[in-house]
T-cell receptor
Framework: QKEVEQNSGPLSVPEGAIASLNCTYS??????FFWYRQYSGKSPELIMS????GDKEDGRFTAQLNKASQYVSLLIRDSQPSDSATYLC??????????????FGTGTLLAAQP | NAGVTQTPKFQVLKTGQSMTLQCAQD?????MYWYRQDPGMGLRLIYY???????DKGEVPNGYNVSRLNKREFSLRLESAAPSQTSVYFC?????????????FGDGTRLSIL
């Protein structure tokens, strides 16, 4: 079992719809959770972070965390073609405190169709 | 405000050649990381440096060495390049000592070993 699992996709959503990206993790004491966006041929770019159970909203993006279910998700409202990218879920493990080491999922490819 | 700068951006090597990938950050971060990214494998940690003067192995350290030259700079060396080291290499940095700090990535080095 991978430490951080994501569906590789592609996840195809029509323009204007809500895209829902999911991530599960295996380390129950994981502390922090990050979503990165990576356009083809580019570097990962941080878009959201979440540390407490519940929802966190930032513009069109909402991150959701459920530590009991070891599940974190990213919702993108009003999807635009410019949202088409690979979304990487990253988890800071419970033992990562002194180093901020992150474990990355393999990413979900999102295709927002006009 | 450069952030994390990697050089070179592209490199082609022959099997057995050596080279050093350079990384520098200007965000006064204390931790730095080297990753490789291969199709279907996600980001895998090669080496990291939690603070100036320390380095530790990550998930895939074989065939690589690192040097934390000072607080700003963290280099990755391939002593005898192999085709299996063909990949995209990313350097990242983070501020440790403060909770929940993300990693910030450079633009990457695309390395081909023939």
């Amino acid at each position: 079992q991978k430490e951080v699992e994501q569906n590789s996709g592609p996840l195809s959503v029509p323009e204007g719809a809500i895209a829902s990206l999911n991530c599960t993790y295996s380390d129950r004491v994981s502390q922090s959770f990050f979503w990165y966006r990576q356009y083809s041929g580019k570097s990962p770019e941080l878009i959201m972070s979440i540390y407490s159970n519940g929802d966190k909203e930032d513009g069109r993006f909402t991150a959701q965390l459920n530590k009991a279910s070891q599940y974190v998700s990213l919702l993108i409202r009003d999807s635009q073609p410019s949202d088409s990218a690979t979304y990487l879920c990253a988890v800071k493990r419970g033992d990562g405190g002194a180093t901020n080491k992150l474990i990355f999922g393999t990413g979900t490819l999102l295709a927002a169709q006009p | 405000n450069a952030g994390v700068t990697q050089t070179p951006k592209f490199q082609v090597l022959k099997t057995g050649q050596s080279m050093t990938l350079q990384c520098a950050q200007d965000m006064n971060h204390n931790s730095m990381y080297w990753y490789r990214q291969d199709p279907g494998m996600g980001l895998r940690l090669i080496y990291y440096s939690a603070s100036e003067g320390t380095t530790d192995k990550g998930e895939v350290p074989n065939g690589y060495n690192v040097s934390r030259l000072n607080k700003r700079e963290f280099s990755l060396r391939l002593e005898s390049a192999a085709p299996s080291q063909t990949s995209v290499y990313f350097c990242a940095s983070s501020l440790v000592g403060h909770s929940n700090q993300p990693q910030h990535f450079g633009d990457g080095t695309r390395l081909s070993i023939l």
